[in-house]
Nanobody, 123 residues
Framework: QFELVESGGGLVQPGGSLRLSCAAS??????IGWFRQVPGKEREGVSC?????????YYIDSVKGRFTISRDNAKRTVYLQMNDLKPEDTAVYYC?????????????????WGQGTQVTVSS
């Protein structure tokens, strides 16, 4: 059974950090991506880690250097470490899996989705 479960969201002050986790049950070496969505806007790709060689991709310029994606294959968990958080990072964050091993930036290319976790950056 394939299931993605996110955790780690919450309320944090600007400049703070959070680490999101995505428990990927049933997935072995699939590419796993993180997306975020705010009300009234389309879901946007944040980052992805491939299933083949662990290559990482960041799709939003403003998160480069602040966010880090990683995976622990033994735990079948993918993490998104978010540092120096800004109010504009506020969104529901989703993890998603591709049947294939390669990463994509668009949500339509992903086959499985978690339920999302809310991240709120506010003072």
């Amino acid at each position: 059974q394939f299931e993605l479960v996110e955790s780690g969201g919450g309320l944090v002050q600007p400049g703070g950090s959070l680490r999101l986790s995505c428990a990927a049950s049933g997935f072995l070496d699939n590419a796993i991506g993180w997306f975020r969505q705010v009300p009234g806007k389309e879901r946007e790709g944040v980052s992805c880690i491939s299933g083949s060689d662990g290559s990482t991709y960041y799709y939003i310029d403003s998160v480069k250097g602040r966010f880090t994606i990683s995976r622990d294959n033994a735990k079948r968990t993918v993490y998104l470490q978010m540092n120096d958080l800004k109010p504009e990072d506020t969104a529901v964050y989703y993890c998603a899996a591709v049947i294939l091993r390669r990463c994509y930036s668009d949500a339509d290319s992903y086959d499985y989705w978690g339920q999302g976790t809310q991240v709120t950056v506010s003072s």
